[in-house]
Nanobody, 127 residues
Framework: QVQLVESGGGLVQAGGSLRLSCAASGRTLSGYVMGWFRQAPGKEREFVAAISRSFGRTYYADFVKERFTISRDNAKNTVYLQMNSLKPEDTAVYYC????????????????????WGQGTQVTVSS
């Protein structure tokens, strides 16, 4: 199993930006599809973005398109989520996930079980 540790969360005003990082240890990330999810208080966890193992194909939830960008640096064993134009409704705990067997396109499918999760990082956007 790969271990994932998120960082980069914090408090930001609406319209601001944050970059989240997900650092992996235990295994190289190059064989994993990587994704970001989030969970707001009182809500279910939801898919945010995913990136394929190679070629860097990316997929996004509709509510973050053109505001968020997922990327990966396999040499650094790290995945990033650049978040721009943040809104108060983006407030949530953001989780990184990794899976060997899914595709990036399918990572956000409802009820999908994924191999590894990080502990999450809090993002709070004030109005």
């Amino acid at each position: 199993q790969v271990q994932l540790v998120e960082s980069g969360g914090g408090l930001v005003q609406a319209g601001g930006s944050l970059r989240l990082s997900c650092a992996a240890s235990g295994r190289t990330l190059s064989g994993y599809v990587m994704g970001w999810f989030r969970q707001a208080p009182g809500k279910e966890r939801e898919f945010v973005a995913a990136i394929s193992r190679s070629f860097g194909r990316t997929y996004y939830a509709d509510f973050v398109k053109e505001r968020f960008t997922i990327s990966r640096d396999n040499a650094k064993n790290t995945v990033y989520l650049q978040m721009n134009s943040l809104k108060p409704e983006d407030t949530a705990v953001y989780y990184c996930a990794a899976d060997l067997f899914t595709t990036a396109q399918a990572m956000g499918a409802p009820g999908k079980s994924l191999g590894s999760w990080g502990q999450g990082t809090q993002v709070t956007v004030s109005s």
